[in-house]
């Protein structure tokens, strides 16, 4: 695929076009979105960590209860793991919400409550990585940085690099020159926008984009037979993540704090769960323990055994 050049793509002319046209987009048809409403930076940290690998209208009832529930980052760190591990129920990727718990104890233990402004200190704070950082940066402190999820970077990549697939490295030089001077919070919050309702991943609207004469990749991208094919996901019924929300479903409705047996979890866990499969359940709980999703209720010299009657609760 040919790509244009560096200069043309970066020029001063383009870097306008591209604002412009996202911009104007984004006022059009921009989402009302609860997280867009608040300056919070707890609440912004909720709301990008429960997006991840989670669609928008997914997200957006269990933000406003778990707000309900733990509505400061001092409730939510003081918080026993097992009930935010129950009330997380239903969103996936559980390891999330222990993350998100141990990023809210560090606030509090490190910070005294207060969420710090420097991206190098938001991005040691436990689970928040260099996308949640600079969220946390621009959507609740207006900061003009520029970061990237998996939507904006696609935009970045289609229109300045033609859809090589190009790392975000060599696309954040371009992604800096993009922000506005004072305005970074409305352009991410467009550029987020764009990427998940125009430029999507099958099927952009590239006939209707506001950026035809500047993007690399059209109109290659709307023609028959050109798009990049999208990668199947592993199956999920019968994997060993299945599995694994279906151990934590276990543990959360068990209403005896002592937990369950391995024996017994197996049994409720798949219908033809034999004592041969133990060291398979076993594996599967380690790694939970080792995610902070578990715990072992007896002994360790008992659950290194790894006898049927070993109890295992949530955290």
């Known amino acids: ?36 409403e608040t300056r919070d930076p707890y609440h912004i940290l909720v709301s ?31 918080a026993p793991v097992a009930e935010v591990i129950r009330l997380w129920a239903g969103l996936g990727y559980n390891r999330r919400a222990v993350n998100l718990q141990r990023a809210a104890q560090a606030v509090v233990e490190s910070h005294d409550g207060a969420f710090p402004h420097d991206l190098g200190q938001l991005r040691a704070l436990p689970g928040v990585g260099e996308y949640t ?39 954040s030089g371009v992604a800096e020159r993009l922000v506005p001077a004072g305005d970074g919070w409305r352009w991410n919050q467009a550029l987020m926008e764009f990427g998940a309702l125009h430029c999507t991943s099958r099927k952009p609207l590239c006939g209707l984009c506001p950026l035809q004469a500047e ?35 276990v543990l959360r409705d068990h209403p005896d704090t002592a ?20 060291p398979w359940l076993v594996d599967l ?20 055994a790894g006898p049927p009657e070993t109890r295992i609760a949530l955290p």
């Open 133 to 171: 950082a600079g969220a946390i940066a621009c959507f609740a402190f207006e900061q003009d940085v520029a970061f990237a999820d998996t939507n904006m970077r696609r935009v970045l990549d289609r229109v300045f690099a033609g859809e090589t697939g190009a790392s975000w490295a060599s696309l």
């Open 215 to 249: 993007c690399a990749a059209f109109p290659v991208a709307q023609q028959p037979g050109t798009r990049k094919p999208v990668k199947q996901e592993e199956a999920f019924v019968g994997s060993n993540r299945f599995y694994r929300g279906r151990i934590l479903a």
């Open 1 to 36: 695929m040919t790509t244009r050049t560096s200069y043309r793509a970066e020029s001063p002319e383009t870097i306008d076009a591209v604002r412009t046209g996202i911009l104007t987009w984004f006022e059009r048809h921009r989402r009302t979105l609860p997280w867009r």
């Open 285 to 304: 709980v380690r790694g939970l323990e080792s995610d902070g999703l578990a715990r072992v209720a007896e002994p360790r010299a008992s659950y290194d």
């Open 48 to 78: 990008e960590v429960m997006l991840q690998q989670t669609q928008v209208d997914r997200v957006i009832p269990y933000y406003h209860r778990f707000l309900e529930r733990f509505p400061t980052v001092q409730e939510l760190a003081s």
């Open 259 to 278: 937990g369950v047996t391995l024996h017994e979890l197996g049994a409720q866990v798949r219908d033809d769960f034999s004592p041969e499969q133990l």
